[in-house]
């Protein structure tokens, strides 16, 4: 029966891959399912780090194939994000997981009402959107400490980040935010393994359905276009902040 387990976590990839890519919020499908498999909430935080880096890489490479990458802002935006996320993986590995998620809950719910209410908020373009204002920077390093601490919502949080720069393009902030994830991701699993807290079996299982996840959302961003990636991140937002305050 084990091989049932490990296709459950297969398919939870696969769905979370997709959530990932587009929007952000997959890890609450990808935990509890790895802790069913059977391990603890930390070691699950751990091992499902694995799966996401994959994933990330794989939907970085097909929105660089398909024209829709900027490298340069990536950049910029990633290394305030990658300072904050040793700071927050230490937080994930003495603090308890269930730290601050309320807050955030009622943040994701609050976001989400005020983006139906001024969707420009997202798709208002900017003509210059690469100059970076220092007072992004600790925007950027604070979401960085929450994702070292929980990855789950972290698609969620660059997105809305980001739609302070204006970019009006929320195919190309999507690659960007994958970009970043994959940056994050790749520290925050070095300090996890480090600590002994990667399951490699579970974890590599499920980055199987995680890249094929990622490559999916990846081409159904870039397919369906702004539209589809506002409504799927206004739904994503809503079923996390539920998910982070009542349960």
């Not at 955030?104 to 100059?131: D, I, S, Y």
Request: net charge positive; with cysteine; charged share 10%.
């Amino acid at each position: 029966m084990e091989w049932l387990w490990y296709l459950l976590l297969m398919v939870a990839g696969f769905l979370a891959g997709i959530i990932n890519t587009i929007a952000g919020g997959g890890s609450f499908l990808t935990l509890p399912a790895l802790m069913l498999f059977g391990l603890d909430p930390k070691l699950a935080n751990g091992t499902n780090r694995v799966a996401i880096l994959l994933s990330s890489a794989a939907a970085v490479a097909t929105f660089r194939r398909h024209g829709q990458f900027n490298q340069r802002l990536a950049f910029r935006l990633a290394v305030p994000t990658l300072m904050g996320v040793p700071v927050g993986a230490m937080m994930a590995i003495y603090l308890p997981t269930d730290t601050f998620k309320s807050l955030f809950g009622v943040m994701f719910l609050a976001m989400a009402v005020l983006l139906c209410l001024n969707p420009k908020r997202l798709t208002q373009v900017n003509a210059q959107p690469e100059n970076v204002s220092w007072k992004m920077l600790p925007i950027f390093f604070a979401i960085g400490i929450y994702v070292g601490f929980i990855q789950a919502g972290l698609g969620i949080l660059l997105m809305l980040a980001m739609s302070l720069l204006n970019t009006g393009d929320l195919v190309a902030s999507s690659a960007i935010k994958n970009w970043i994830a994959f940056i994050v991701t790749l520290t925050a699993t070095i300090v996890f393994v480090s600590y002994g807290l990667v399951q490699w079996a579970p974890g590599l299982v499920m980055a199987i359905g995680n890249v094929a996840g990622g490559v999916t959302g990846a081409k159904l961003a870039i397919r369906k276009g702004n539209r589809f990636v506002f409504v799927f991140l206004v739904i994503v937002m809503v079923a996390t902040g539920v998910k982070l305050t009542f349960f």
